[in-house]
């Protein structure tokens, strides 16, 4: 779902041979049943809702055991948050990186909160390679990243996180 006809449009000139069914509709309030789906994904989209009202529908849509996966953007790391302030107009103004407060939020509903943490030497080299997915120098670095990780401090300089939770 997309609250976007436009994104909707694009999605489905994007997924030739899939069967997938799309559907304009608003995430914070969908027409979905109650337990309707064992697996809501997105990439991108709690960082623009409200948080508490977001993760709330995504609990009531998704079956029990069944599970929430998304990526966002962190909004921890000082650097990446000079740039946001000194570049607003490269985002929406709906825009917050998730903080501290949000993943209690999430973790008020999904007592089964997982978090991974990417983006600290991969994001300082970005311009040294040309498709991360082929250069060593990019799957280095991602694996020296999650070492990084593994120091509870360093997380707060990551760029994104992958969000896995659980309904109970």
């Known amino acids: 779902i997309d609250i976007s006809d436009v994104s909707i449009e694009k999605a489905k000139k994007n997924s030739i041979g899939m069967d997938i ?9 969908s027409n ?3 337990e309707k789906f064992d697996l809501v994904y997105g990439s991108g989209i709690i960082h623009h809702l409200d948080t508490k009202i ?3 529908e995504i609990y009531r849509i998704l079956k029990r055991d069944g599970k929430m ?3 966002e953007p ?10 946001r302030f000194l570049t607003p107009r490269s985002r929406s103004s709906d825009e917050h990186p998730l903080i501290k407060k949000d ?7 999904f007592k089964n909160l997982s978090v991974r943490y990417y983006g600290l030497l991969t994001l300082l080299f970005l311009p040294f390679y040309k498709s991360p997915e ?5 799957k280095i670095l991602s694996k020296l990243d999650q070492c990084l990780f593994k120091i509870k401090i360093l997380r707060i300089f990551a760029w ?3 969000i896995t939770c659980k309904k109970n």
């Open 21 to 29: 069914k799309y559907s304009v509709d608003n995430c914070e309030k």
């Open 32 to 34: 979905f049943n109650d």
């Open 54 to 56: 977001c993760v709330s």
């Open 69 to 71: 996966i998304f990526i």
């Open 74 to 83: 962190l909004g921890t790391n000082p650097i990446i948050n000079l740039y």
């Open 103 to 109: 993943f209690k939020t999430i973790k008020e509903l």
């Open 134 to 138: 082929k250069s060593k120098i990019f």
């Open 160 to 162: 994104s996180v992958l």
